[in-house]
């Protein structure tokens, strides 16, 4: 393999142990080549100011702007020495907005002497909120234009090549003008890298080379500069993930699988003439797409993906019924066994009579249906493991549980996999082992999930969506409840819970946190003493403390019980058997009830502290009401400010029931890196340049490109650059478990 010595040289070596350290803990930084990767957010340009009115809460921001005034202000404090301690406030502007910077203690004396008004300076900090107004407390700051000591201040703009100053993500351990500075003395090494486009589609695309991109991404000398460098970024960063997946997608094609034919009167026919309704066009068009991949002689690999409620376990049994016809068996394997147990009643159900193979009663085409999950007794255990050795069962359904040595199969012909993300790569490739051949692969998810994301995300995956909802579904209206601005909004909603109670019908509170952990947030919370402390955000609500309040306070009299994760499996289906009977007024519950739970008496959501949780995430539970004939009310309740990005997020959750317009959203919101940073283990690289909602060309371009690169060279022979930029994004032995997300 080609190594390029100078941008593998480790980061100690060239910017000392101490840099190094923070570097490698904080940012995931190693080698020279990882910083030269390490590109700046964004640029400001020398006399031109940022804009402090959209600052994003809780994030660590580095800002370019004036010091406007400075107070240093005294009070009594048993702390200091002379019981009289100080904080100094300074307000800084950038024509856009104010911004308030705080110091107390011992750090007041320094910025009290530089940060006069007038003066221009770097601020690098965490911004909170203290009463009701944005700060940064105790920021680390840098002069700019000669200021402070004279000479340090005119060094530091002297460093600092053209007008675009770079700042970079930061951290509070490391700031942004610290890394520029690192960046700097390992940038003539950018001359050694080893370019992984080919050179035909760098020219063709008029692309510049990437030693030019790197220098002129952490130098630029105009915004041009900048443009040139991005583009040819985002081209590197999209063609390797494509060309990784390309590749995985080429050895799924070398595999043999069994092609599985339905007969023309067996059990998929029978199924399909007890249903008591038409599928829905979506339906059908994807249950095509599905037996036109079960019938060829390489296993299949499809995602579907589609809205809570648009009918995928239908498409799916469907599938499986089409593998048993052909004298395959089929597997469903659910995250949870709450979820496999209520998979397993609703195909039973579905199914009838043609469930009962082997047995009395049963229909001529019938099969078996088995439960396989951890906590089953010992005797049904052995005689689900018998059925599956035999041949007996056609469908299994169960949790992970499926995956351990002691499972057999007859013939494993599909394996159908429920909420993908929840599901490791390493343990489905375990179960697909257990067939004689590669078994072909359905995977499911309620998670809508944007072109683009299909594209990179589950790349090594074809896709197929189900975007129409069967008739039937009632409407849900969400509404955000501003617990902090508006306490009486938040009374209001427990009247909302008591009169869908009383009308015969059932709610959910969900929170973020269980409430039995370690309390090290307690003892943090003990710990605090600062006054800026304060504007630290308290510990999220917990489940069982909620239940507790609520119980004894605005839902007295109704019948309140809790479900969490951390339950035994029995206890947690006994609450979830009570809920379904109707024999629990509410539930409050983590969000082990995101996935699957279908109870269409619950009407009603109080999700606490919904800023805590992703917008996907919000959508998915939201998803658990509004499933009967009555139409379903999710609130959002959250103390953040109107002002707050989390809010305007909890916004959009309650202005559309759109999923897939939800999913763009959220994928704007947060940055890219997290959504492909969670989505590749064994990937020490995620997406830095690349936007995936944005660049959807590009996307899909790289993917026509690596697919006919690996097409002529599967080994990539004669690309070497290529395939040293394949083994950074990779770890070598894990190209084959592009995790996903």
Same mark, same amino acid.
């Given at each position: 393999?080609?190594?390029?010595?100078?941008?593998?040289?480790?980061?100690?070596?060239?910017?000392?142990?101490?840099?190094? $350290?923070?570097?490698?803990?904080?940012?995931?930084?190693?080698?020279?080549?990882?910083?030269?990767?390490?590109?700046?957010?964004?640029?400001?340009?020398?006399?031109?100011?940022?804009?402090?009115?959209?600052?994003?809460?809780?994030?660590?921001?580095?800002?370019?702007?004036?010091?406007?005034?400075?107070?240093?202000?005294?009070?009594?404090?048993?702390?200091?020495?002379?019981?009289?301690?100080?904080? !100094?406030?300074?307000?800084?502007?950038?024509?856009?907005?104010?911004?308030?910077?705080?110091?107390?203690?011992?750090?007041?004396?320094?910025?009290?002497?530089? !940060?006069?008004?007038?003066?221009?300076?770097?601020? +690098?900090?965490?911004?909170?909120?203290?009463?009701?107004?944005?700060?940064?407390?105790?920021?680390?700051?840098?002069?700019?234009?000669?200021?402070?000591?004279?000479?340090?201040?005119?060094?530091?703009?002297?460093?600092?090549?053209?007008?675009?100053?770079?700042?970079?993500?930061?951290?509070?351990?490391?700031?942004?003008?610290?890394?520029?500075?690192?960046?700097?003395?390992?940038?003539?090494?950018?001359?050694?890298?080893?370019?992984?486009?080919?050179?035909?589609? @760098?020219?063709?695309?008029?692309?510049?080379?990437?030693?030019?991109?790197?220098?002129?991404?952490?130098?630029?000398?105009?915004?041009?500069?900048?443009?040139?460098?991005?583009?040819?970024?985002?081209?590197?960063?999209?063609?390797?993930?494509?060309?990784?997946?390309?590749?995985? @997608?080429?050895?799924?094609?070398?595999?043999?699988?069994?092609?599985?034919?339905?007969?023309?009167?067996?059990?998929?026919? /029978?199924? %399909?003439?007890?249903?008591?309704?038409?599928?829905?066009?979506?339906?059908? $068009?994807?249950?095509? =797409?599905?037996?036109?991949?079960?019938?060829?002689?390489?296993?299949?690999?499809?995602?579907?993906?589609?809205?809570?409620?648009?009918?995928?376990?239908?498409?799916?049994?469907?599938?499986?019924?089409?593998?048993?016809?052909?004298?395959?068996?089929?597997?469903?394997?659910?995250?949870?066994?709450?979820?496999?147990?209520?998979?397993?009643?609703?195909?039973?159900?579905?199914?009838?009579?043609?469930?009962?193979?082997?047995?009395?009663?049963?229909?001529?085409?019938?099969?078996?249906?088995?439960?396989?999950?951890?906590?089953?007794?010992?005797?049904?255990?052995?005689?689900?493991?018998?059925?599956?050795?035999?041949?007996?069962?056609?469908?299994?359904?169960?949790?992970?549980?499926?995956?351990?040595?002691?499972?057999?199969?007859?013939?494993?012909?599909?394996?159908?996999?429920?909420?993908?993300?929840?599901?490791?790569?390493?343990?489905?490739?375990?179960?697909?082992?257990?067939?004689?051949?590669?078994?072909?692969?359905?995977?499911?998810?309620?998670?809508?999930?944007?072109?683009?994301?299909?594209?990179?995300?589950?790349?090594?995956?074809?896709?197929?969506?189900?975007?129409?909802?069967?008739?039937?579904?009632?409407?849900?209206?969400?509404?955000?409840?501003?617990?902090?601005? $508006?306490?009486?909004?938040?009374?209001?909603?427990?009247? @909302?819970?008591?009169?869908?109670?009383?009308?015969?019908?059932?709610?959910?509170?969900?929170?973020?946190?269980?409430?039995? =952990?370690?309390?090290?947030?307690?003892?943090?919370?003990?710990?605090?003493?600062?006054?800026? %402390?304060?504007?630290?955000?308290?510990?999220?609500? +917990?489940?069982?403390?909620?239940? =507790?309040?609520?119980?004894?306070?605005?839902?007295?009299?109704?019948?309140?019980?809790?479900?969490?994760?951390?339950?035994?499996?029995?206890?947690?289906?006994?609450?979830?058997?009570?809920?379904?009977?109707?024999?629990?007024?509410?539930?409050?519950?983590?969000?082990?009830?995101?996935?699957?739970?279908?109870?269409?008496?619950?009407?009603?959501?109080? *999700?606490?502290?919904?800023?805590?949780?992703?917008?996907?995430?919000?959508?998915?539970?939201?998803?658990?009401?509004?499933?009967?004939?009555?139409?379903?009310?999710?609130?959002?309740?959250?103390?953040?400010?109107?002002?707050?990005?989390?809010?305007?997020?909890?916004?959009?959750?309650?202005?559309?029931?759109?999923?897939?317009?939800?999913?763009? *959203?959220?994928?704007?919101?947060?940055?890219?890196?997290?959504?492909?940073?969670?989505?590749?283990?064994?990937?020490?690289?995620?997406? @830095?340049?690349?936007?995936? *909602?944005?660049?959807?060309? *590009?996307? /899909?371009?790289?993917?026509?490109?690596? +697919?006919?690169?690996?097409?002529?060279?599967?080994?990539?022979?004669?690309?070497?650059?290529?395939?040293?930029?394949?083994?950074?994004?990779?770890?070598?032995?894990?190209?084959?478990?592009?995790?996903?997300?």
């Amino acid at each position: 393999m080609d190594l390029v010595p100078a941008l593998q040289e480790p980061l100690k070596k060239v910017l000392g142990p101490a840099t190094a $350290k923070v570097m490698a803990e904080h940012l995931g930084l190693h080698t020279v080549g990882d910083l030269l990767h390490h590109y700046p957010r964004r640029y400001e340009e020398r006399g031109q100011l940022t804009h402090l009115a959209d600052l994003p809460m809780d994030e660590h921001v580095t800002v370019v702007a004036q010091v406007a005034d400075a107070r240093l202000h005294t009070f009594a404090s048993s702390k200091a020495p002379r019981g009289k301690g100080q904080r !100094l406030e300074v307000t800084i502007t950038d024509g856009s907005g104010r911004l308030q910077l705080v110091f107390f203690g011992n750090g007041v004396h320094k910025p009290h002497k530089e !940060l006069l008004p007038g003066t221009r300076a770097m601020f +690098a900090g965490k911004v909170s909120v203290f009463n009701r107004r944005l700060q940064l407390a105790h920021p680390a700051y840098e002069l700019l234009r000669g200021g402070g000591d004279g000479e340090d201040g005119a060094e530091t703009v002297e460093s600092w090549a053209g007008a675009l100053i770079p700042l970079y993500p930061a951290t509070a351990k490391l700031e942004s003008w610290k890394i520029a500075k690192a960046v700097q003395t390992v940038l003539p090494s950018a001359q050694e890298a080893v370019d992984p486009l080919p050179g035909a589609l @760098r020219e063709g695309r008029g692309l510049v080379s990437l030693p030019e991109a790197l220098l002129k991404i952490h130098r630029p000398h105009t915004k041009a500069d900048i443009e040139d460098a991005r583009a040819r970024l985002k081209w590197d960063e999209a063609f390797v993930l494509q060309v990784a997946l390309a590749r995985r @997608r080429h050895a799924e094609t070398q595999l043999p699988a069994v092609p599985r034919k339905p007969s023309p009167d067996g059990l998929l026919t /029978a199924f %399909d003439d007890r249903l008591p309704f038409t599928l829905t066009d979506g339906q059908r $068009k994807v249950s095509r =797409e599905i037996f036109d991949d079960l019938a060829t002689d390489h296993p299949m690999h499809r995602l579907l993906q589609g809205e809570v409620g648009s009918g995928k376990t239908l498409v799916a049994l469907r599938a499986m019924l089409a593998v048993v016809d052909s004298g395959g068996q089929a597997v469903m394997l659910a995250p949870t066994e709450v979820l496999a147990q209520q998979h397993h009643r609703s195909v039973v159900e579905m199914m009838g009579e043609l469930a009962e193979g082997g047995m009395l009663g049963g229909a001529e085409h019938a099969t078996k249906v088995v439960l396989l999950t951890g906590s089953m007794g010992a005797a049904a255990r052995r005689q689900a493991l018998l059925d599956l050795a035999t041949g007996e069962a056609g469908i299994v359904i169960g949790t992970h549980a499926l995956i351990e040595d002691k499972v057999q199969f007859h013939d494993l012909g599909l394996v159908v996999v429920d909420e993908q993300h929840r599901f490791g790569v390493e343990q489905r490739d375990a179960l697909r082992g257990k067939g004689k051949q590669p078994p072909h692969l359905l995977v499911m998810t309620a998670t809508p999930i944007p072109r683009t994301v299909a594209m990179t995300v589950f790349g090594d995956l074809e896709t197929s969506v189900l975007d129409q909802l069967p008739a039937g579904r009632s409407p849900i209206a969400s509404h955000v409840v501003p617990a902090a601005d $508006k306490p009486h909004f938040l009374a209001r909603a427990w009247e @909302r819970v008591r009169e869908e109670v009383s009308n015969g019908h059932q709610a959910y509170v969900v929170c973020p946190r269980i409430g039995d =952990e370690e309390d090290a947030l307690g003892k943090k919370a003990a710990q605090r003493t600062s006054p800026e %402390d304060d504007a630290e955000k308290r510990p999220p609500l +917990a489940v069982l403390d909620v239940a =507790e309040q609520l119980a004894e306070g605005p839902l007295r009299g109704l019948r309140v019980e809790v479900l969490h994760g951390r339950m035994q499996p029995d206890d947690k289906d006994a609450v979830m058997r009570r809920f379904t009977a109707g024999e629990t007024d509410v539930l409050v519950a983590t969000t082990v009830i995101e996935v699957g739970v279908n109870v269409p008496n619950a009407t009603a959501m109080v *999700i606490m502290d919904a800023d805590r949780f992703g917008v996907s995430q919000l959508h998915q539970l939201r998803g658990r009401v509004g499933r009967g004939s009555a139409p379903g009310l999710c609130l959002l309740v959250s103390e953040m400010p109107e002002a707050s990005a989390a809010r305007q997020r909890l916004n959009a959750v309650a202005g559309t029931l759109d999923g897939f317009e939800l999913s763009r *959203i959220d994928l704007e919101q947060r940055r890219e890196g997290d959504v492909l940073g969670q989505a590749q283990s064994g990937a020490r690289t995620s997406l @830095r340049v690349l936007a995936v *909602i944005e660049d959807e060309e *590009i996307i /899909a371009e790289a993917r026509q490109e690596a +697919a006919a690169v690996v097409a002529a060279d599967p080994e990539l022979t004669g690309l070497p650059g290529l395939r040293t930029a394949l083994d950074a994004l990779l770890d070598e032995e894990r190209e084959q478990y592009l995790e996903k997300g």
